[in-house]
Every structure is written in structure tokens, then in C-alpha cells.
Nanobody, 122 residues
Framework: QVQLVESGGGLVQAGVSLRLSCVASGRTFRTNAMSWFRQSLGKEREFVAAITWSGGLTSYADSVKARFTISRDDAKNTVYLQMNSLKPDDTAVYYC???????????????WGQGTQVTVSS
């Protein structure tokens, strides 16, 4: 099993930055891909960004590209999501996910965190 714990969410004004963290524990060797998804009220959970533990390859949703940056700290088993220039449309619960491959779909991910709320006011 792999446990994922997110933190760093909060209520902020538009234009500011936040950094989310996801700490992975347990059998993390079973996962190569770590990703962030988000879900707004009444909407489907959507892909935000992904990174591989090996090689650090990254991918982003078009809506966050150039504003968000995903990174990892191997020593801490932690993945970060740096979110800049936040907009009210970024308001959502942000979830960390782990799986064997990166994907923009939820299916390939075996493990999910409990989520952290990000609210951006205008």
C-alpha cells in the first residue's frame, strides 16, 4: 500500500501563489508516476500535472501550463505543486495520485490522497 497526504491548501486572493505538498509513504517503489488532479463543485475530477520519479518528466493541463510547476524531492518522497497567478477558476479540491504510469485519466492511478481545498477569491 501507498499512503498519500496532501497539505498546503487555503483561501487566497486572485493573483497570489500557493504551494501544495504531497508526502508519499509505504511501498512507494510500486509507483513511478505522481500527479495532481482537482475537482470543483459539480464538476468531474480533472488532470492538472504529472511527474515521474525516474527522470522527472512532467506534463501539464493546458489550463495551468506556465502558471503551475510540479516538482519532486526524492529524499523526502514528496511531490510539490507550485501554483502562481491563481485565478478563481482554480478553486477546487486538489488531490495527489500515484500509479505506475503518468496519465491524464484517473484510471491508471492506484492510490489517492484525501485532498486539500484551494479557494481563490476575486
Amino acid at each position: 500500500q501507498v499512503q498519500l497526504v496532501e497539505s498546503g491548501g487555503g483561501l487566497v486572493q486572485a493573483g497570489v501563489s500557493l504551494r501544495l505538498s504531497c508526502v508519499a509513504s509505504g511501498r512507494t517503489f510500486r509507483t513511478n508516476a505522481m500527479s495532481w488532479f482537482r475537482q470543483s463543485l459539480g464538476k468531474e475530477r480533472e488532470f492538472v500535472a504529472a511527474i515521474t520519479w525516474s527522470g522527472g518528466l512532467t506534463s501539464y493541463a493546458d489550463s495551468v501550463k506556465a502558471r503551475f510547476t510540479i516538482s519532486r524531492d526524492d529524499a523526502k518522497n514528496t511531490v510539490y505543486l507550485q501554483m502562481n497567478s491563481l485565478k478563481p477558476d482554480d478553486t477546487a479540491v486538489y488531490y495527489c495520485a500515484a500509479g505506475p504510469i503518468t496519465s491524464r485519466l484517473r484510471g491508471p492511478y492506484d492510490y489517492w490522497g484525501q485532498g486539500t481545498q484551494v479557494t481563490v477569491s476575486s
